[in-house]
C-alpha cells in the first residue's frame, strides 16, 4: 500500500511538473512591460543592433521607444488620437501615431529571403504575399496600395529578412536605423509554412498588432485570466490608442485574432471568448476587415497625412528609397 501511495505521489508530482501554471493577475497594458522592464513572465528583453531594446510579446518584436511613446499626435479633426474612438463609428478613423510612424513608404515593403532560407519553401512565401497584395487591392477598387517588392540587392533600404529561426516572429511596422536596414521576420519550416501564418507576420511587418490586444477589446472579449498559463500573461495584454490603428470595427475572424484555447493551462480550457460566450475559431485566411483595415491605413488620404507631418518622430517619407537592383520581383 506504501508503494502504491509513494507511486500515486510520484505521479501526482510529474503531473504537477508538466503542468502549466495556471492564472494571470496583470490586466495592464504593454507600456507596463517598459516600467517593469519587461522582467514578468515570458516577455523578453533583448538588444538589437538596429532598434536599440526589443521587447517581445509572443509573436511580436516592439522597440521599447513605442511602448515609451510619450504622447499621441493630434489628429486633422483636433482631438488626441489617445481619446477612445467609438466602437459603433462608422465613420474612418484619423491616422494614429504608430500608423504613420510605422508604415511603408507608397505601400512599398522590401524584403529578401535569408541564405539560410530554404529555396523549396520561397514559392509558398511569395504566393501567400501574392495573395495578400491582391485582397487588399481588391477592398480597394483594384488600386495597388502595397507591393512586396523582393530583391536580393538592398542598398540603405529598410527591408524584411526573412528567416528560418526558430518559431513564427516579426518586428511590428518598419523599422528604421542609420546602422541597420534589415529586419528579421522568422517562419520557421515548416511549422510557419501556412498562409495565414505567413500573412499573419506580414501584418505584424505592416504595422499591426494582434487584434484582441486593441485598447477596447474588452467590449468585445471576455479574457478568461484564470486559464491562461502563467509565463504567457502577457500575450494578453492590452495596446494603447497610440500604438494601434484604432480602427472602428472589431473583427473576430481577423489573422491577428487568438483563437479561444490559445494559451491556456489546461487542456480543452479556454482563455479568450466572444463577450456573449461563443468561441473564437481557427482561420485561415484573411478576413474581409483585415483588407480593409490594410487598405484603409495604405490609402494615398491616409499617407498623404502621415507624410506632411513635421514631428521629429515622424520620418515617414523623408528619405528616398532605391533599389539597386532594377531586376527586382514586385509581387502586386
Ligand atoms: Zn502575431
Redesign the pocket.
Known amino acids: 500500500m506504501q508503494l502504491i501511495a509513494a507511486l500515486f505521489l510520484l505521479l501526482s508530482s510529474r503531473v504537477l511538473l508538466i503542468q502549466a501554471a495556471c492564472g494571470c493577475s496583470q490586466t495592464s497594458s504593454l507600456s507596463s512591460l517598459v516600467i517593469n522592464n519587461a522582467s514578468t513572465t515570458n516577455s523578453s528583453n533583448k538588444q538589437n543592433s538596429s532598434t536599440g531594446v526589443v521587447i517581445q510579446i ?3 518584436l516592439i522597440p521599447i521607444e513605442d511602448l515609451q511613446a510619450p504622447t499621441a499626435p493630434v489628429r486633422s479633426d483636433g482631438s488626441s488620437s489617445d481619446q477612445a474612438s467609438s466602437s459603433s463609428s462608422n465613420s474612418l478613423p484619423s491616422s494614429s501615431y504608430l500608423s504613420c510612424r510605422r508604415l511603408w513608404p507608397k505601400g512599398r515593403l522590401y524584403y529578401r529571403f535569408g541564405l539560410g532560407f530554404p529555396s523549396s519553401y520561397r514559392d509558398m512565401v511569395r504566393l501567400s504575399l501574392s495573395r495578400l497584395a491582391a485582397r487588399i487591392s481588391s477592398a480597394s477598387s483594384n488600386q495597388q496600395l502595397v507591393t512586396f517588392v523582393e530583391s536580393n540587392y538592398f542598398i540603405d533600404v529598410q527591408h524584411v529578412e526573412v528567416i528560418d529561426d526558430v518559431g513564427c516572429y516579426s518586428y511590428v511596422g518598419r523599422q528604421s536605423s542609420s546602422s541597420s536596414y534589415s529586419q528579421a521576420l522568422s517562419l520557421q519550416v515548416p511549422n510557419c509554412m501556412l498562409e495565414s501564418i505567413i500573412q ?1 507576420e506580414f501584418m ?1 511587418a505592416l504595422g499591426f498588432y ?1 487584434e484582441q490586444s486593441r485598447p477596447d477589446r474588452d467590449s468585445f472579449v471576455t479574457v478568461l485570466w484564470n486559464n491562461i498559463d502563467s509565463d504567457e500573461c502577457n500575450n494578453f495584454l492590452k495596446t494603447s490608442y497610440k500604438l494601434t490603428n484604432d480602427y472602428p470595427r472589431y473583427d473576430y475572424g481577423s489573422v ?1 485574432h487568438y483563437q479561444s484555447h490559445y494559451f491556456s493551462c489546461l487542456s480543452g480550457s479556454k482563455t479568450l471568448l466572444m463577450k456573449n460566450g461563443s468561441l473564437i475559431d481557427e482561420r485561415n485566411n484573411l478576413s474581409s476587415l483585415d483588407a480593409e483595415k490594410l487598405s484603409y491605413t495604405y490609402s494615398s488620404t491616409n499617407l498623404a497625412y502621415c507624410s506632411t507631418r513635421s514631428d521629429a518622430a515622424f520620418e515617414f517619407a523623408s528619405k528616398v528609397l532605391t533599389v539597386a537592383n532594377s531586376k527586382a520581383k514586385e509581387i502586386h
Open positions: 509572443d509573436d511580436m499573419h505584424h494582434h491577428m
